[in-house]
């Protein structure tokens, strides 16, 4: 020490040794500040963990004592009622809501210890169950819902799966939650998502890593994957998710249920979670899931109320029509099999022709459509567009914590340098036409002006595939949905598959998913000689990522123009009617 002095306060200091000894004395304080940060995420992360494992415990302890004093509860056929049964018996009186409520808690903590799609049970929904008689006019009166853990719950975190949001509940009920109270739901349990909600597979460093429920070494997708496998596992009848990509619709698929993203801002999203607020070229849309469209209906139905429309004023006052969702006329239904730039599976492919074969027999008319520019969309707009500030506010948000072994592939051209993507883009275009055009994609925008000319370039081709969609006369639009079920950390791997889904996303139009059948034998054999559209590493990737599905669901995607909601959820559910028949 007495030499530093020297050193520095020397009557002719050594300015080199200055230097040294400065630059030496801040690496050791950035290290030590980085060592302190990872010592204080590892003890929030840790204190979230005894959370949930205390929230687990208090409801299995409840569950007990309930089953101990109620020991005529026939939990199986609870279980087995769809949302429409279950909540005819529920205002009937045939069932109590303290029975159903203790059936699902007690099937949801069987089925976390499976899956680990839960973040924490909501201790105040027995408090809630206490006072459910006042609700009994309610929709949903009496029905235990499931919410993605984004969605805000008073006294409870939203993390998205990252750790700079841990310990800051919120100090009130989501929009959501509160119509949903006032329906007479009762809101029980938080569901995983993957970390920053911006990825289709269902793990985070918080809660870990959610499995499938039909296979465990497959994803449930996401981000509202912990919602898709506890549905499909039967731990809930009902649930909540968000959707800017997929991330309803894709664990829909791979875990066999219904799900449906709305027109955005038909359902508030005050005050709920998010990694990419802010971001306007692609719209994320909160919506329910569950096991049959006619529950998808009942939830909206419940929600687009006089209660959410004075809460939040800015969702457009447009009760659910009826009228239009049990309408009998016959479509004019337009179709593609393959968009051109992800080829879909042998699983997807079959799955759309057999749909489009019963509709026609149905007496549908079925139009061949194609989507315009589609390549330009995927890269313009929709990369180009959620990578506007060159993915600043998502790597923001991963910052004091580990990254998810998920998410690291995904994530590592987004940390680049502008001029590192530009040069990369170019040297790649020619070998990967895909990949390149996506590094340079995630440039994002260059400046306001650029970012304004961006948004107008996604009005215009909205206006573009609306023109089309009236040329050909269309009511409704059906294509391939993702699937089957990926195995495990592949999604991070292969946004370039997310084409079917998030381009409903950037032309704000409705979509929803009905499972019509599972992966054959025939599939997979077929899956072994799959090429896809440009033989690329890509493609080769998709082919391992889908490899093992025999078994699993396999969906169809069902799409209306922005506000046909109704209409959307129509065409779903006489999708849903024709297979349901033809299992007859």
């Known amino acids: 020490m007495d030499n530093f002095k020297r050193v520095i306060f020397g009557a002719e200091p050594n300015w080199t040794a200055i230097l040294t000894a400065t630059a030496c004395g801040t690496g050791a304080l950035m290290l030590f500040l980085s060592w302190f940060g990872h010592k204080q995420s590892w003890k929030k992360i ?5 959370g949930r ?32 049964e279950l909540s005819k018996q529920l205002k009937g009186g045939t069932l109590t809501p303290e029975a159903v409520f203790h059936s699902y808690m007690e099937k949801t903590l069987e089925v976390n210890r499976r899956l680990n799609c839960c973040t924490e049970i909501l201790l105040e929904s027995w408090d809630q169950l206490e006072d459910i008689g006042s609700h009994k006019d309610g929709l949903l009166y009496g029905v235990p819902v499931s919410i993605k853990e984004n969605i805000g719950y008073k006294g409870h975190d939203s993390t998205c799966g990252v750790i700079c949001k841990l310990d800051l509940p919120a100090t009130g009920d989501s929009v959501l939650v509160e119509v949903l109270k006032r329906q007479g739901a009762i809101p029980f349990v938080k569901t995983n998502v993957p970390q920053s909600l911006l990825s289709y597979d269902c793990s985070n460093p918080i809660y870990g890593l959610t499995l499938n429920p039909h296979n465990p070494q497959k994803t449930p997708g996401g981000s509202s994957g912990g919602e898709g496998a506890l549905i499909g596992g039967g731990g809930s009848v009902l649930g909540m998710g968000s959707d800017i990509g997929g991330s309803i619709r894709i664990p829909s698929s791979f875990c066999g249920i219904c799900g449906f993203k709305p027109t955005a801002n038909r359902l508030s999203s005050r005050g709920a979670s998010s990694c990419s607020r802010g971001q306007k070229s692609v719209l994320s849309s909160f919506g329910p899931m569950a096991r049959d469209v006619d529950s998808l209906a009942l939830c909206m139905q419940a929600l687009l109320c006089d209660h959410m429309f004075r809460l939040d004023p800015t969702v457009p006052p447009i009760p659910f029509n009826q009228q239009v969702y049990q309408r009998s006329k016959p479509l004019r239904i337009g179709y593609y099999e393959n968009d051109g730039y992800a080829m879909p599976s042998p699983s997807m492919g079959r799955a759309l022709r057999e749909t489009k074969a019963l509709l026609e027999r149905a007496g549908h008319t079925l139009v061949p459509f194609s989507l315009p520019r589609l390549s330009y969309a995927i890269h313009e707009l929709v990369i180009r567009g959620i990578a506007g500030d060159g993915c600043a506010t998502l790597l923001s948000n991963l910052k004091g914590g580990p990254v998810d072994p998920s998410l690291r592939v995904q994530i590592i051209p987004y940390g680049l340098p502008y001029t590192v993507k530009k040069i990369l883009s170019i040297l790649i275009k020619p070998i990967f036409p895909r990949f390149g055009a996506s590094m340079e994609s995630l440039c994002g925008a260059s400046s306001v002006q650029d970012l304004w000319r961006q948004h107008a370039d996604v009005e215009d081709y909205m206006h573009e595939v609306m023109a089309e969609w009236r040329r050909c006369e269309l009511d409704v639009l059906l294509c391939p949905m993702m699937g089957p079920a990926y195995n495990h950390n592949y999604p991070g791997k292969l946004t370039s598959a997310l084409s079917y889904t998030i381009i409903y996303n950037l032309l704000n139009f409705p979509a929803g998913v009905v499972p019509v059948s599972t992966v054959t034998a025939e599939d997979e054999e077929e899956l072994r000689h799959y090429k896809g559209n440009y033989g690329d590493l890509l493609d080769k990737l998709y082919r391992k990522a889908v490899t093992g599905g025999e078994g699993l669901p396999v969906a169809v995607q069902c799409v209306a123009l922005p506000w046909q909601d109704e209409l959307c959820l129509h065409f779903m559910r006489e999708v849903e009617r024709l297979f349901r028949e033809k299992k007859k």
């Open 46 to 50: 840790q204190r979230a963990k005894a």
């Open 53 to 84: 494992e205390t929230s687990l415990q208090r409801a299995a302890l409840a569950v007990l004592q309930f089953n101990e004093s109620h020991p005529e509860t026939d939990t199986s056929l609870i279980l087995s009622l769809s949302l429409a």
